[in-house]
Protein backbone atom coordinates (compact mmCIF):
# COMPACT_ATOMS: atom_id res chain seq x y z
CA UNK A 1 0.00 0.00 0.00
CA UNK A 2 1.72 3.13 -1.24
CA UNK A 3 1.39 6.00 1.95
CA UNK A 4 -0.91 8.97 1.30
CA UNK A 5 2.16 11.32 1.54
CA UNK A 6 3.96 9.50 -1.31
CA UNK A 7 0.22 9.54 -3.48
CA UNK A 8 -0.31 13.37 -2.80
CA UNK A 9 3.38 13.74 -3.85
CA UNK A 10 2.68 12.07 -7.43
CA UNK A 11 -0.51 14.12 -7.92
CA UNK A 12 1.13 17.10 -7.13
CA UNK A 13 4.12 16.21 -9.50
CA UNK A 14 1.77 15.39 -12.33
CA UNK A 15 -0.58 18.44 -12.09
CA UNK A 16 2.83 20.58 -12.11
CA UNK A 17 4.05 18.58 -15.48
CA UNK A 18 0.71 19.31 -16.89
CA UNK A 19 0.33 22.83 -16.48
CA UNK A 20 4.02 23.19 -17.87
CA UNK A 21 3.35 21.26 -20.75
CA UNK A 22 0.33 23.72 -21.32
CA UNK A 23 2.46 26.51 -21.08
CA UNK A 24 4.98 25.67 -23.71
CA UNK A 25 2.36 25.15 -26.31
CA UNK A 26 1.69 28.73 -25.30
CA UNK A 27 4.74 29.59 -25.76
CA UNK A 28 4.99 28.16 -29.09
CA UNK A 29 2.04 29.53 -30.05
CA UNK A 30 2.78 32.84 -29.06
CA UNK A 31 6.22 32.74 -30.51
CA UNK A 32 4.18 31.73 -33.63
CA UNK A 33 2.48 34.58 -33.66
CA UNK A 34 5.39 36.79 -33.07
CA UNK A 35 6.83 35.50 -36.03
CA UNK A 36 4.08 35.54 -38.03
CA UNK A 37 3.74 39.49 -37.36
CA UNK A 38 7.31 40.53 -37.88
CA UNK A 39 6.91 38.85 -41.26
CA UNK A 40 3.88 40.72 -42.22
CA UNK A 41 4.59 43.45 -44.68
CA UNK A 42 3.88 47.34 -43.81
CA UNK A 43 1.58 48.36 -46.65
CA UNK A 44 1.13 51.71 -45.44
CA UNK A 45 4.30 52.70 -45.02
CA UNK A 46 5.56 55.23 -47.44
CA UNK A 47 8.27 54.25 -49.99
CA UNK A 48 12.01 54.32 -48.38
CA UNK A 49 15.12 51.75 -48.71
CA UNK A 50 14.52 48.22 -47.74
CA UNK A 51 10.57 48.96 -47.42
CA UNK A 52 8.72 45.92 -47.07
CA UNK A 53 5.67 45.89 -49.43
CA UNK A 54 5.45 41.95 -49.91
CA UNK A 55 1.75 40.88 -51.30
CA UNK A 56 0.39 44.66 -51.30
CA UNK A 57 -1.93 46.51 -53.54
CA UNK A 58 -0.01 49.28 -54.96
CA UNK A 59 -2.61 49.47 -58.13
CA UNK A 60 -2.93 52.85 -59.92
CA UNK A 61 -0.26 54.92 -57.21
CA UNK A 62 2.07 58.15 -58.23
CA UNK A 63 5.29 56.61 -56.98
CA UNK A 64 7.87 58.43 -59.98
CA UNK A 65 11.24 58.58 -58.31
CA UNK A 66 10.63 56.85 -55.08
CA UNK A 67 13.69 55.20 -53.15
CA UNK A 68 12.74 51.71 -53.21
CA UNK A 69 16.32 50.28 -52.82
CA UNK A 70 16.97 46.71 -51.61
CA UNK A 71 13.12 46.31 -50.71
CA UNK A 72 10.52 43.45 -50.69
CA UNK A 73 8.21 44.27 -53.40
CA UNK A 74 7.23 40.17 -53.80
CA UNK A 75 3.98 39.80 -55.65
CA UNK A 76 3.39 43.39 -54.72
CA UNK A 77 0.77 44.90 -57.27
CA UNK A 78 1.54 47.86 -59.26
CA UNK A 79 -0.70 47.46 -61.90
CA UNK A 80 -1.21 51.14 -64.33
CA UNK A 81 1.22 52.47 -61.19
CA UNK A 82 3.97 55.50 -62.02
CA UNK A 83 7.60 54.24 -61.21
CA UNK A 84 8.84 56.62 -63.51
CA UNK A 85 12.97 57.55 -62.31
CA UNK A 86 11.81 55.57 -59.14
CA UNK A 87 15.12 53.74 -57.58
CA UNK A 88 14.24 49.78 -57.88
CA UNK A 89 18.66 49.13 -57.45
CA UNK A 90 18.63 44.99 -55.72
CA UNK A 91 14.77 45.37 -55.17
CA UNK A 92 13.12 42.09 -55.04
CA UNK A 93 9.62 42.49 -57.71
CA UNK A 94 9.44 38.38 -57.70
CA UNK A 95 5.83 37.60 -59.14
CA UNK A 96 4.97 41.72 -58.49
CA UNK A 97 2.11 42.81 -61.44
CA UNK A 98 3.41 45.61 -63.33
CA UNK A 99 0.88 45.41 -65.91
CA UNK A 100 0.71 48.96 -68.32
CA UNK A 101 2.93 50.47 -65.21
CA UNK A 102 5.43 53.23 -65.83
CA UNK A 103 9.01 52.55 -64.79
CA UNK A 104 10.86 54.55 -67.74
CA UNK A 105 14.01 55.85 -66.24
CA UNK A 106 14.05 53.65 -63.74
CA UNK A 107 17.37 52.75 -61.82
CA UNK A 108 16.70 48.79 -61.05
CA UNK A 109 20.35 47.26 -61.64
CA UNK A 110 20.57 43.86 -59.97
CA UNK A 111 16.43 43.94 -59.32
CA UNK A 112 14.44 40.63 -59.46
CA UNK A 113 11.84 40.87 -62.08
CA UNK A 114 11.47 36.76 -62.05
CA UNK A 115 8.47 35.96 -63.02
CA UNK A 116 6.50 39.44 -63.02
CA UNK A 117 3.88 40.04 -65.00
CA UNK A 118 4.08 43.34 -67.02
CA UNK A 119 2.01 43.02 -70.16
CA UNK A 120 2.44 46.73 -72.17
CA UNK A 121 4.40 47.66 -69.17
CA UNK A 122 6.42 50.58 -70.04
CA UNK A 123 10.58 49.90 -69.18
CA UNK A 124 12.05 52.96 -71.60
CA UNK A 125 15.66 54.15 -70.91
CA UNK A 126 15.28 51.72 -67.33
CA UNK A 127 18.58 50.84 -66.12
CA UNK A 128 18.29 46.82 -65.44
CA UNK A 129 22.00 45.66 -65.70
CA UNK A 130 22.52 42.44 -64.57
CA UNK A 131 18.55 42.40 -63.69
CA UNK A 132 16.68 39.16 -63.92
CA UNK A 133 13.50 38.53 -65.79
CA UNK A 134 13.40 35.14 -65.95
CA UNK A 135 10.12 33.82 -67.04
CA UNK A 136 8.53 37.10 -66.73
CA UNK A 137 5.47 37.83 -69.16
CA UNK A 138 6.18 40.89 -70.69
CA UNK A 139 4.28 40.91 -73.95
CA UNK A 140 4.66 44.11 -75.88
CA UNK A 141 6.39 45.77 -73.32
CA UNK A 142 8.47 48.68 -74.22
CA UNK A 143 12.26 48.66 -73.64
CA UNK A 144 13.37 51.83 -75.77
CA UNK A 145 16.41 53.11 -74.90
CA UNK A 146 16.67 50.56 -72.17
CA UNK A 147 20.32 49.71 -70.32
CA UNK A 148 20.24 45.56 -69.95
CA UNK A 149 24.00 44.76 -70.17
CA UNK A 150 24.14 41.36 -68.59
CA UNK A 151 20.49 41.34 -67.80
CA UNK A 152 19.02 37.84 -67.72
CA UNK A 153 15.54 36.81 -70.07
CA UNK A 154 15.65 33.06 -69.72
CA UNK A 155 12.00 31.94 -70.60
CA UNK A 156 10.50 35.17 -70.42
CA UNK A 157 7.53 35.73 -72.45
CA UNK A 158 8.77 39.02 -74.59
CA UNK A 159 6.12 39.05 -77.95
CA UNK A 160 6.27 42.24 -79.92
CA UNK A 161 8.22 43.38 -77.17
CA UNK A 162 10.60 46.80 -78.46
CA UNK A 163 14.15 47.01 -77.85
CA UNK A 164 14.68 49.71 -80.03
CA UNK A 165 18.06 51.48 -79.16
CA UNK A 166 18.56 49.62 -76.31
CA UNK A 167 21.64 48.52 -75.12
CA UNK A 168 21.89 44.25 -74.85
CA UNK A 169 25.19 44.08 -74.44
CA UNK A 170 25.89 40.45 -72.68
CA UNK A 171 21.71 40.28 -72.57
CA UNK A 172 20.86 36.16 -72.25
CA UNK A 173 17.82 35.33 -74.18
CA UNK A 174 17.69 31.22 -73.61
CA UNK A 175 14.51 29.25 -74.48
CA UNK A 176 13.11 32.88 -74.35
CA UNK A 177 9.87 33.86 -77.07
CA UNK A 178 10.80 36.30 -78.98
CA UNK A 179 8.10 36.28 -81.80
CA UNK A 180 7.33 39.88 -83.42
CA UNK A 181 10.15 41.35 -81.08
CA UNK A 182 11.73 44.61 -82.09
CA UNK A 183 14.96 44.23 -81.35
CA UNK A 184 16.53 46.61 -84.78
CA UNK A 185 18.48 49.67 -83.28
CA UNK A 186 19.54 47.83 -80.69
CA UNK A 187 22.86 48.15 -78.70
CA UNK A 188 25.49 45.83 -77.88
CA UNK A 189 29.20 44.47 -78.46
CA UNK A 190 30.20 40.97 -78.16
CA UNK A 191 27.98 38.29 -77.42
CA UNK A 192 24.20 38.37 -77.04
CA UNK A 193 23.12 34.89 -75.99
CA UNK A 194 19.82 33.43 -78.13
CA UNK A 195 19.86 29.66 -77.24
CA UNK A 196 16.79 28.12 -77.73
CA UNK A 197 14.83 31.41 -78.57
CA UNK A 198 11.62 31.58 -80.83
CA UNK A 199 12.66 34.22 -82.95
CA UNK A 200 9.42 34.31 -85.39
CA UNK A 201 9.45 37.07 -87.55
CA UNK A 202 11.47 38.68 -84.83
CA UNK A 203 13.03 42.02 -86.01
CA UNK A 204 16.64 41.66 -86.41
CA UNK A 205 17.48 44.20 -89.85
CA UNK A 206 20.89 45.96 -89.63
CA UNK A 207 21.80 44.21 -86.61
CA UNK A 208 25.71 42.94 -86.24
CA UNK A 209 24.77 39.07 -84.71
CA UNK A 210 28.16 37.77 -85.50
CA UNK A 211 29.44 37.45 -81.56
CA UNK A 212 25.74 36.24 -80.71
CA UNK A 213 25.89 32.78 -79.20
CA UNK A 214 23.20 29.65 -79.72
CA UNK A 215 21.91 30.89 -82.82
CA UNK A 216 21.14 28.51 -85.34
CA UNK A 217 20.00 28.18 -88.95
CA UNK A 218 16.45 27.39 -88.33
CA UNK A 219 16.32 30.36 -85.97
CA UNK A 220 17.56 32.19 -88.57
CA UNK A 221 15.27 31.36 -91.31
CA UNK A 222 12.03 32.02 -88.75
CA UNK A 223 13.48 35.70 -87.93
CA UNK A 224 13.18 39.28 -90.13
CA UNK A 225 16.54 40.41 -91.30
CA UNK A 226 17.86 42.30 -94.33
CA UNK A 227 21.13 42.76 -96.17
CA UNK A 228 22.63 44.60 -93.37
CA UNK A 229 22.07 41.98 -90.56
CA UNK A 230 25.30 40.24 -90.07
CA UNK A 231 24.83 36.59 -89.06
CA UNK A 232 27.57 33.86 -86.83
CA UNK A 233 30.21 32.08 -89.43
CA UNK A 234 28.09 29.31 -90.97
CA UNK A 235 24.78 30.61 -90.67
CA UNK A 236 23.16 32.24 -94.52
CA UNK A 237 20.77 34.94 -95.29
CA UNK A 238 17.37 33.27 -96.31
CA UNK A 239 16.31 34.15 -99.45
CA UNK A 240 12.99 35.77 -98.05
CA UNK A 241 14.67 38.64 -96.54
CA UNK A 242 13.39 41.22 -95.99
CA UNK A 243 10.41 39.38 -94.31
CA UNK A 244 7.07 40.90 -94.15
CA UNK A 245 6.14 41.57 -90.74
CA UNK A 246 2.72 43.05 -88.63
CA UNK A 247 4.08 46.81 -86.21
CA UNK A 248 0.87 46.58 -84.38
Same mark, same amino acid.
Not at 82 to 94: F, V
Not at 231 to 240: D, H, V
Given at each position: ???????G????????????????????????F???????????????????WH?? @?? !????????????? @???N???T?T?? !???????????K???????????????? @????VE?? %?? @??S????????????E?? %?T????????G???E?A??? !????T? /?????? %????????RA????????G???????????????GL???A??G???????? /????A??K??????????W??????D
Open positions: MRKPGRAHGSIGTTSFTLGAAGFAVAIAVTAAGSAADAADCKSSSRPETDDC @NK !RQLMLGGSDLQGS @NLVTDFMDL !RGADLTSADLEATLVRASLAGAQANKA @NFTRAY %RG @NFAISAENASFVSALQ %RNFTGARLTADFKELG !RADFR /AVLTGT %RFSMANLSHLSGAVFEPIGFDRAFLFLTRIEDLSATLTQEQVDL /ACGDATLPAGLSTPAKPCQHED
